[in-house]
């Protein structure tokens, strides 16, 4: 099979491509948006070292994805950071033949430490997620009293490493929307691209509901009127971000719309819990224990024949269907139980 890749499509038709990986479910700061300080307590029951996926369990099962089409990999958590030698997992990862692209996303905080040995080891490319320029916005966001200034710095250690960085920026209604102009301001002209996320119903934990969502049209509204923007193409099919150009050419942001303009059916990703479980949406309610698999002493052949069957069944749509009820006058999915459905939470899938 080496070499060989298969051509595989799930019940929707859409081909697996991108596989999101996540190394660890604990993190050094509790967004209100991700992991609440108030649910991820001191005694929250996070996984346990033999639990998580080793490094070599990872690149095992990563070789199997290649096979099935998947080029591109994002190492994402809880903070990816937090685990140890990340490096020589990218690495190895790096050497996997099919992979062509593998990037990481982090809070930043530790990449004044990481961002060199990180790039040494083949990556090129991170998402740091930063919330607000205003120090005070952003303490509040993170939920740990941190300021912006280790954030900042990490950026610039990424860049001095040279990575190239994307900026990601969660904006809720009521928190940070303040924030979205001088952010746009701090990072125009300077290499960076900035991408606004509509904050998502991921997870029970959250609180999220309509009302607290910001939606692409009014981001690019409020950042046009201050600096005029264009609508500009897609890199590649899929691409989750739209993406947007200043008209005095200096630069560009994105904007992800998971709610108010959904893209679920150029969606070819598949993620990876840190203790081994295959989800095939970031909204789903449960996963395949691939761990158990590989542990049970399967071998390459069958362990493909698993990740295969699970992806041929997908049939994920769950932001689309938001939308239709949404637009429908159905609420907000009460009438589906989408309110009171389970979901893993974002900490845990990454993303
Ligand atoms: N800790 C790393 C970080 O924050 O970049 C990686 C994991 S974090 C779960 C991955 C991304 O998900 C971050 O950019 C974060 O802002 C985003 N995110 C978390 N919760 C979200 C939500 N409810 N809606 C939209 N994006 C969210
Ligand atoms: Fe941690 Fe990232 Fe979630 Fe914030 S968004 S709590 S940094 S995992
Ligand atoms: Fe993909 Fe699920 Fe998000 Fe739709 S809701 S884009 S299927 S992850």
Not at 171 to 188: C, D, R, T
Not at 262 to 284: E, P, V
Request: glycine letters at 10%; proline letters at 3%; one cysteine or more.
């Amino acid at each position: 099979m080496s070499g060989q890749k298969l051509k595989i499509f799930d019940s929707l038709a859409r081909p697996l491509k991108d596989l999101r990986i996540s190394v660890t479910d604990q993190c050094n700061f509790r967004c209100s948006y991700c992991m609440p300080a108030e649910i991820f307590g001191p005694d929250f029951p996070f996984l346990k070292q033999t639990e998580l996926l080793s490094f070599d369990e990872i690149v095992r099962l990563v070789r199997q994805f290649a096979k099935m089409g998947v080029e591109k990999l994002r190492i994402t958590g809880g903070e990816p950071l937090l685990r140890k030698d990340l490096h020589l997992l990218i690495r190895e990862l790096n050497k996997v033949e099919g992979i062509k692209d593998i990037a990481l996303t982090t809070n930043g905080v530790f990449l004044p430490k990481q961002a060199d040995k990180l790039r040494a080891a083949g990556l090129k490319r991170i998402n740091v997620s930063l919330d607000a320029i205003e120090d005070e916005v952003f303490k509040k966001m993170n939920g740990r009293n941190v300021g912006t200034g280790p954030v900042l710095k990490g950026i610039a250690a990424a860049q001095k490493a040279g990575l190239g960085v994307k900026v990601n920026t969660v904006v809720k209604k009521g928190a940070n929307e303040s924030q979205i102009i001088p952010l746009a301001s701090h990072f125009k002209g300077s290499g960076v691209v900035l991408r606004f996320i509509e904050f998502m119903d991921v997870g029970n934990t959250n609180g999220w509901n309509y009302e607290s969502v910001v939606t692409k049209k009014e981001i690019v509204e409020r950042i046009s009127e201050v600096f005029p923007l264009e609508t500009a193409d897609a890199n590649y099919y899929g691409e989750v971000a739209d993406r947007f150009e200043y008209k005095d050419g200096t630069g560009e942001v994105g904007v992800i719309s998971s709610v108010s303009d959904s893209f679920c059916s150029s969606c070819t990703r598949a993620r990876l819990s840190a203790d081994g479980k295959l989800y095939t949406c970031l909204f789903a309610s449960s996963g395949t224990d691939i761990r158990e698999l590989v542990r049970s002493g399967a071998d390459d052949q069958e362990i493909l024949a698993n990740l295969v069957a699970v992806w041929e069944k997908r049939d994920d749509r769950y932001s689309d269907e938001r939308q239709e009820e949404a637009l429908s006058g159905a609420g907000t999915g009460s009438s589906t139980g989408r309110k009171q459905r389970r979901k893993i939470e974002m900490s845990y899938i990454g993303g």
